[in-house]
């Protein structure tokens, strides 16, 4: 596709619901990355994919947050449980290559709601 | 955890005019990134300036880095109302890997 996708846009879920959040990277992108944004933050690191493997997961804050990226190509962040402190924007981002030499091209987001 | 900081948080200047936006950051980098968001949402990749690079410029910005400061400073000449954003810097604290250490922005308003 022409930039990279993320859907929904908006999810407003109620608190203990579980939410799952989707990237469509830019084609032939092999590096994946998920961002979460609080409201005048700036983007803090969840997870990196290069591939289908998570190369790091380190940013992940604990185990009710999962991602998975099977085939290389889309990515689903999966948040189980959910609480009203998970109410952010995720950003998803991508790049050429792997490292940071090289620009991410980051999507809109997907602004969640926990209520 | 953050990586650096912004200075200033905010920034509100008139058409024409320039704008300045500083980041400092903690430990030794690679790279260091600056992006632009709207509204809160996507971010747009600006430039970036290798660790044994001082000065870049592209089109009306120019960003200096200073490594010994541990710094860098974004200037957007002749400022314009669609300059209005967020302005981030984000570092790789050294890594390859490709994860990026965001600060938390500079808020810049350029009134018409």
């Known amino acids: 596709g022409a930039g990279v996708s993320q859907t929904p846009s908006n999810k407003v879920t109620e608190k203990g619901k579980y939410v799952e959040l989707r990237c469509d990277p830019i084609?032939?992108?092999?590096?994946l990355y998920w961002y979460r944004q609080s409201l005048g933050q700036g983007p803090e690191f969840l997870i990196y994919f290069q591939g289908t493997g998570a190369a790091d997961d380190s940013g992940l804050p604990n185990d009710r947050f999962f991602a998975v990226r099977p085939e290389g190509s889309v990515s689903t962040l999966k948040i189980q449980r959910t609480e009203r402190g998970d109410s952010a924007v995720y950003l998803c981002?991508?790049?050429?290559?792997?490292?940071?030499?090289?620009?991410?091209?980051f999507g809109q987001g997907t602004r969640l709601t926990v209520v | 955890s953050q990586q650096g900081e912004e200075d200033p948080q905010a920034l509100s200047i008139q058409e024409g005019e320039n704008a300045t936006m500083n980041c400092s950051y903690k430990t030794s980098i690679n790279n260091l990134q600056w992006y632009r968001q709207n509204s809160g949402r996507g971010l747009v990749h600006l430039i970036l300036?290798?660790?044994?690079?001082r000065e870049k410029h592209s089109g009306r910005l120019r960003v200096t880095l200073d490594t010994s400061k541990k710094s860098s400073s974004l200037l957007i000449t002749a400022s314009r109302a669609a300059d209005t954003a967020s302005y981030f810097c984000a570092s790789d604290r050294g890594s390859t890997l490709g994860r990026l250490y965001f600060g938390r922005g500079t808020q810049l308003t350029v009134w018409p």
């Open positions: 300036i290798r660790s044994n690079e």
């Open positions: 084609s032939g992108h092999t590096a």
């Open positions: 981002a991508s790049s050429r290559i792997p490292g940071a030499w090289t620009e991410a091209f």
